[in-house]
T-cell receptor
Framework: DAGITQSPRYKITETGRQVTLMCHQT?????MFWYRQDLGHGLRLIYY???????DKGEVPDGYVVSRSKTENFPLTLESATRSQTSVYFC???????????FGPGTRLLVL | QQQVKQSPQSLIVQKGGIPIINCAYE??????FPWYQQFPGKGPALLIA?????SEKKEGRFTISFNKSAKQFSLHIMDSQPGDSATYFC?????????????FGPGTRLSVLP
């Protein structure tokens, strides 16, 4: 299917475990983004990538790692999950028209 | 200067009413102003967008009004329906520094009562 997909859609993990959230887009957009969405905070940018092998920090990068070896994939890894990382995570890519952002369906992560 | 302020935080209207959501920005370098609609359990989706060279844009029942001098823009939903109940985010963007220049407002939770 064309568009942007995320997996898993739901994840429960324990404090201290490593978790990887996957993101895949079929448009070949150069820019991709990871956001977290929490009540009262709206959408906060974690990391973004301008192209394969080019990534940079956003507003709330601590505790997260990203990589982008291929244009279409942009995985987000929580190296040692903490309860404060319980959130809904959205991946997005940026492209035409008007260079807007297109969001995936989200991953709901619960850290126990 | 990178912030986008949005109000109200929540809004309840009756079916057929015209909810209005307001946003304000500081950075005059912003040149693209989209609105996103998010239903529960879904990702945000582009609803309508405007550039500062026009003062109004309509798409169906959704209208953006833009006031460049006041650095404000607003979303109006005509003849609102219960199916419009969602969270609405305004955003602002500029061509420079693509990575971090897409700034979202905090969102407005709209409930349209039948």
């Amino acid at each position: 299917d064309a568009g942007i997909t995320q997996s898993p859609r739901y994840k429960i993990t324990e404090t201290g475990r490593q978790v990887t959230l996957m993101c895949h887009q079929t448009w070949s957009h150069s820019y991709m983004f990871w956001y977290r969405q929490d009540l009262g905070h709206g959408l906060r940018l974690i990391y973004y990538s301008a192209a394969a092998d080019i990534t940079d920090k956003g507003e709330v990068p601590d505790g997260y790692v990203v990589s982008r070896s291929k244009t279409e994939n942009f995985p987000l890894t929580l190296e040692s999950a903490t309860r404060s990382q319980t959130s809904v995570y959205f991946c997005a890519s940026r492209g035409p028209p008007q260079e807007t952002q297109y969001f995936g369906p989200g991953t709901r992560l619960l850290v126990l | 200067q990178q912030q986008v302020k949005q109000s109200p935080q929540s809004l309840i209207v009756q079916k057929g009413g015209i909810p209005i959501i307001n946003c304000a920005y500081e950075n005059t370098a912003f040149d693209y102003f989209p609105w996103y609609q998010q239903f529960p359990g879904k990702g945000p989706a582009l609803l309508i967008a405007i550039r500062p060279d026009v003062s109004e844009k309509k798409e169906g029942r959704f209208t953006i009004s833009f006031n460049k001098s006041a650095k404000q823009f607003s979303l109006h939903i005509m003849d609102s329906q219960p199916g419009d109940s969602a969270t609405y985010f305004c955003a602002a963007s500029m061509k420079e520094n693509y990575g971090q220049n897409f700034v979202f407002g905090p969102g407005t939770r709209l409930s349209v009562l039948p």
